[in-house]
């Protein structure tokens, strides 16, 4: 019983992908604790808040902050934050306002109080188009309300039956793809709301990512059904399979040009998987971690690496090359 106990040890050993990655290089932006946080699609800019709901965002390159908007300007707790495709706005939510501030000087020069489908529906996610010109807005009832800046093109639709808490955009600005918590994951129309596709999943979606062409996504439920899947396609989806026990995703990112998905955990796993394949090529922690510390986003910042920034401040990069080789094969 001993060798069999033994054996079996060895093999669950041999299963694990875990890898000791090293960063490429670690900064800490500040000693508070982050609560919430947002990397540019470039990955040149973070946008945090710490537990104090002070925001700052800061040039990842040159490790400057560039703004900084004190504790107690918004009213309320910040429900998200994301920065323009361009990297001029800083778009901020709480539960019924959203704000737009110029990362160049510092100021709010917009501001919306919007409201769901329901009376006492609270904002859960933003999307911005690409443009900057086209706003969408989640809500906890499952309505999303849709904004043109400086027109008059405000409109609510009744797209999910429960919160939505993420929501992308296509590259042209005229569809939507939203994951509520009531496990489905719809493209539709920003114009008129027509759901043009639709996707089951688990109860609730924890993730949702997207490439950057709008040809496919990839969501984690919470419970077992996590998949990449092709858009507007009849390809069968990818099932993501696992080494050990089954994971769910606080974030993902797709690098672009290969069959690679990376995935963070709830806490501070990060994790490489075969895209076509489902095969898991590899997983680490972020530096210095413990069961205190999660990852809160994650980034391609070139070619070949990820940025990971953490609840403690901590922008970490990471060499990917080796795991975009091992995806070609």
Request: proline share 2%; charged share 25%; with cysteine.
């Amino acid at each position: 019983m001993r060798n069999t106990l033994l054996l079996l040890a060895v093999i669950l050993v041999g299963c694990e992908k875990t890898s000791d990655i090293e960063p490429s290089s670690t900064f800490r932006f500040t000693d508070s604790p982050v609560v919430m946080g947002a990397l540019s699609t470039d990955g040149n800019l973070t946008a945090l808040v710490t537990s104090a709901q002070n925001i700052q965002v800061w040039e990842n390159t040159l490790k400057t902050k560039v703004l900084e908007i004190a504790s107690g300007t918004i009213r309320g707790d910040l429900v998200d934050i994301l920065l323009s495709k361009d990297n001029a706005l800083l778009v901020t939510a709480n539960a019924r306002q959203v704000a737009f501030w110029d990362v160049a000087t510092n100021e709010k020069i917009e501001e919306h109080f919007l409201s769901g489908a329901g009376q006492f529906a609270k904002i859960r996610g933003l999307a911005l188009s690409d443009d900057s010109t086209r706003l969408a807005v989640g809500f906890s009832d499952g309505s999303v309300t849709t904004l043109v800046r400086k027109g008059k093109g405000l409109k609510t639709y009744q797209v999910h039956s429960k919160s939505v808490d993420h929501l992308y955009f296509n590259p042209q600005g005229n569809q939507l793809l939203t994951a509520g918590d009531d496990g489905k994951v719809r493209r539709w129309a920003f114009n008129s709301g027509k759901v043009v596709e639709e996707h089951k999943f688990d109860k609730s979606i924890s993730s949702l990512a997207v490439d950057k062409r709008f040809n496919k996504f990839f969501a984690s439920g919470v419970m077992k059904k996590q998949q990449i899947v092709h858009l507007a396609s009849s390809e069968s989806p990818s099932d993501l399979s696992y080494a050990k026990r089954f994971k769910w995703f606080r974030t993902a990112v797709f690098v672009e040009g290969t069959p690679l998905l990376v995935t963070a955990s709830p806490t501070s796993e990060i994790t490489g998987w075969h895209g076509r394949k489902g095969d898991e090529l590899s997983s680490w922690k972020i530096d210095g971690s413990d069961d205190d510390v999660k990852v809160l986003d994650i980034g391609m910042y070139d070619n070949d690496h990820l940025y990971s920034l953490s609840s403690e401040g901590v922008l970490e990069s990471w060499n990917l090359r080796p795991m975009m080789a091992a995806s070609l094969n």
